[in-house]
């Protein structure tokens, strides 16, 4: 069964940083783009960041370039994201996906991706 699990959120103050974490098994997804997804209260879901297989190309939503590092360790089956001078509008659920063989869509398109975690709380006080 492939399960994606995401950790490192808490509660940080404006300025502070993070770095989540996403472990995935059940598979390996060394040749499948993943990414990370966030969710404020009473918003629909919202792209993050995302990296393909290889590394070789990796995407930013706006409101993140500069600040967040996306980042994943194949040989670990593990995706992160770097999170610094974080800002109260950074607040969300934080999703990790990752996508199937032969995927198509935007990599910045979250019917992209076939799996998904729970989520992991981040709240950012100013």
């Known amino acids: 069964q492939v399960q994606l699990v995401e950790s490192g959120g808490e509660l940080v103050q404006a300025g502070g940083s993070l770095r989540l974490s996403c472990a995935a098994s059940?598979?390996?997804?060394?040749?499948?783009?993943m990414g990370w997804f966030r969710q404020a209260p009473g918003k629909g879901r919202e792209f993050v960041a995302a990296?393909?297989?290889?590394?070789?190309?990796?995407y930013y939503a706006d409101s993140v370039k500069g600040r967040f590092t996306i980042s994943r360790d194949n040989a670990k089956n593990t995706m992160s994201l770097q999170m610094n001078n974080l800002k109260p509008e950074d607040t969300a659920v934080y999703y990790c996906a990752a996508d199937k063989d032969y995927s198509i869509g935007a990599y910045t398109n979250a019917l992209r991706y076939s799996y998904w975690g729970q989520g992991t709380q981040v709240t950012v006080s100013s």
């Open positions: 059940g598979r390996t997804f060394s040749t499948n783009a």
């Open positions: 990296i393909t297989g290889s590394s070789t190309r990796i």
